[in-house]
């Protein structure tokens, strides 16, 4: 029985390189009778999956940003969703539209319109993971105790995620971590062609295989298929060795986003999503109907010999999979024991800056950390510009009245550098945000709030919605601003 259901009205966008897709969830929120449990995500339902289209471009730089908020705005309409009632979810910026000149505008005005509280997010890492949440794989590992990997295989790139089933400890929302993220600038819309077949555009990813197998593709060309099936099978050759290593082809190297794993992993399960990805299980009738190679690398990887031995499983979504992770697994839940200023929320974009782990050091040596993190935040950011900051705290040590005055004295003076009307979040993993939050409203009239049970870290950013289950926990988006 619960003391309290609510609903949520969450919404997904993920602006890609081939194609922008919306999706409205209805997230159920349950708390428990009475005690200090923190409420939950008890049910998630998609209400809403837009039509799939084309992502619009002005040119190969730039996207249509007017084009794109139109599409969102006459989605929502037809879902009959208020953008004043949404309150939370995401727009995912992926593959080569994330590296668009104007990728970060975008995403700020498509946030905007679309209701009092939609992060704008964009980055490789967090777009492996909402794919693999939305196309099941993250499920799958969570009730079976399995190892899955999702191959999100997009347009502009290749996004790996493995979810950790089996681990007992640091699990994450669904119940399941995520154990590493592998992704790869690989593609099937690196190549693009126009309506005679001849070719309209080569990405810089492209361009780097196509020299190395010494194959002539240059713009206005029209190129037979057996070079364009071997580029197609380098890119799928590269997809392999992504998820296969280590060790790594220099090549892969050479593709790489971010950091590749020093260590190989055993998997239960494979799961394809993405553009690309539903193509290898799905054909279509025409190599070159989406004109680009997105058929060709679907094919190579189906006809691949190492992957026709993966343990290969259904996705529950596919093309969609990274809007519906956006739309119903981007949002978190703070601890019911908060203390805030309801009036603050709610908040965008504000920036985390991490103090570190506090429960070695004594209490004359709590402020130095917090004085640096404090520091930081001055360094990489114009403060008139934004509406909060946030200063995280991966454990404050034991949680007495004693302990909790000297942080509170500490995390007093830390912000007095920080502008008197600036609001200041303090984040907490431990159950302490009520109790430190009293003890800081007798030492500062600066505007603040506690946050406990959230696992930020610095160079995050956070979004925090409106207060619920009575004021007594808030919904935040944790999430990467990657431009």
């Known amino acids: 029985m619960t003391d309290r259901s609510e609903r949520l009205t969450s919404v997904g966008v993920d602006v890609g390189t081939t194609t922008t897709h919306t999706v409205v969830s209805r997230l159920r929120v349950e708390t428990s009778p009475g005690g200090a449990a923190s409420p939950e995500i008890a049910d998630r339902e998609i209400a809403f999956r837009g039509p799939v289209r084309e992502t619009p471009l002005v040119d190969p730089e730039t996207i249509d940003v007017e084009a794109v908020a139109a599409l969102v705005a006459g989605d929502l309409e037809a879902a009959g969703v208020d953008p004043a009632a949404v309150d939370t979810g995401a727009v995912i910026v992926t593959g080569e539209t994330a590296r668009r000149e104007n990728a970060e505008p975008l995403v700020h005005r498509i946030a905007a319109d679309a209701g009092r509280f939609v992060a704008a997010t964009a980055g490789a890492e967090l777009e492996a993971v909402l794919a693999g949440r939305g196309s099941g794989a993250a499920t799958r590992a969570a009730e079976r105790g399995e190892t899955v990997a999702n191959v999100d295989v997009g347009g502009g790139t290749t996004n790996v995620a493995i979810f950790e089933g089996r681990s007992g400890d640091g699990r994450g929302r669904g119940g399941v971590p995520v154990g590493e993220t592998r992704c790869l600038d690989v593609g099937g819309r690196l190549v693009r062609f126009d309506e005679d077949g001849r070719v309209e555009s080569v ?68 799961v394809f999503s993405g553009g690309v990805g539903r ?21 190579a990887l189906r006809d691949h010999e190492r992957v026709r031995s993966w343990p290969v499983r259904e996705p529950h979504e596919d093309l969609r999979a990274t809007a519906v992770g956006a739309g119903t697994e981007s949002t978190t839940l703070s601890g019911r024991t908060i203390s805030i200023e309801p009036d603050l929320f709610p908040l965008r974009n504000v920036p985390v800056a991490d103090a570190g782990d506090l429960a070695g050091r004594e209490e004359r040596a709590l402020r130095e950390p917090l004085e640096s993190a404090v520091a930081r935040l001055r360094e990489l950011h114009d403060l008139a510009d934004l509406d909060a ?6 454990d404050v040590g034991p949680l007495e009245y004693e302990r909790l005055g000297a942080l509170a004295d500490a995390l007093t003076g830390a912000v007095d550098p920080l502008p008197p009307s600036l609001p200041v979040l303090v984040v ?7 109790a430190l939050g009293q003890l800081l409203r007798r030492r500062t009239d600066r505007p603040l709030a506690v946050l406990d049970e959230l696992r930020p870290h610095g160079g995050d950013y956070l979004d925090v919605g409106a207060p619920i289950a009575g004021h007594r926990s808030v919904p935040v988006v944790v999430k990467t601003l990657a431009f």
Do not use: H, W
């Open 389 to 394: 900051v946030a200063l995280t705290i991966a």
């Open 428 to 434: 907490t993993r431990q159950n302490c945000a009520k």
């Open 203 to 270: 990405s810089p990813p492209a361009r780097l295989l196509a020299d190395a197998l010494e194959l002539s593709l240059e713009v206005g060309d029209e190129p037979d298929d057996e070079p364009l099936a071997a580029l197609a099978a380098a890119m799928a050759d590269r997809v392999v060795d992504l998820f296969e290593g280590p060790p790594f082809d220099p090549l892969t190297r050479e593709l790489a986003i971010g950091e590749l794993p020093s260590e190989p992993v055993s998997l239960d399960g494979v």
């Open 279 to 299: 193509l290898v299980d799905s054909p279509s009738a025409e190599p070159f109907a989406y004109g680009d190679l997105g058929e060709l690398l679907a094919a």
